[in-house]
């Protein structure tokens, strides 16, 4: 009997490095598929992903997203089994997260607890880490709720920070580590549910 593929949906807001990353990582898988790019800036860089590869994409408003079920009826519509948020900015609604509970994830460039929090994205918890002289940063991927970057971590990986560091430098070295290790977080997520369901 032939299973039915995993569906990702990816939430972005930028130019989609992450969103690139995961999509060409299951871009040939038997079990898994992105289904779905949704983004809330028409001129996201994450579209032109969507399009070369043939994926469905939405662009989004705060309306939708916090004022309507439509975003809801969509992912439910489309049967997505994973909400993935790849540098997406806005917080994500208790609506949604209560229509897939555990099943959002977020990627953050710190390790959290530290360095997060509203506000505290891209190049500014960089600073901040180097700013505090911290010795190491990393990254963390954890389940989304309703507070910004508080959900139940999942999984976390260091980097050292090098008293030559810039906030530049440093995000390409934490970047890096998104790119290798948010890809095989999700299949594992994914393909360990298709075993205890």
Do not use: C
């Amino acid at each position: 009997m032939k299973t039915k593929k995993k569906k990702i949906a990816i939430f972005a807001s930028g130019s989609g490095s992450n969103a690139k990353a995961i999509i060409d990582y299951f871009k040939d898988s038997k079990d898994v598929e992105v289904s779905l790019i949704l983004t809330n800036k028409s001129d996201a860089g994450v579209i032109d992903h969507a399009i070369e590869n043939n994926i469905s994409h939405l662009v989004f408003n705060r309306e939708s997203l916090y004022e309507s079920n439509e975003l809801n009826l969509l992912l439910q519509s489309e049967g997505v089994d994973l909400i993935v948020l790849a540098g997406f900015l806005w917080l994500i609604p208790k609506s949604l997260i209560e229509a897939f509970p555990n099943k959002i994830i977020n990627i953050h460039p710190s390790l959290l607890p530290k360095y997060g929090g509203k506000g505290m994205y891209g190049k500014k918890v960089h600073q901040a880490v180097i700013e505090a002289g911290e010795k190491e940063s990393g990254l963390t991927i954890h389940f989304v709720n309703d507070q910004y970057d508080d959900g139940d971590i999942i999984f976390q990986t260091k980097v050292k920070v090098e008293s030559k560091d810039t906030a530049e430098t440093l995000a390409e070295k934490i970047l890096q580590q998104e790119h290798k290790h948010y890809k095989k977080v999700i299949e594992k997520l994914l393909t360990s549910d298709s075993e205890t369901n």
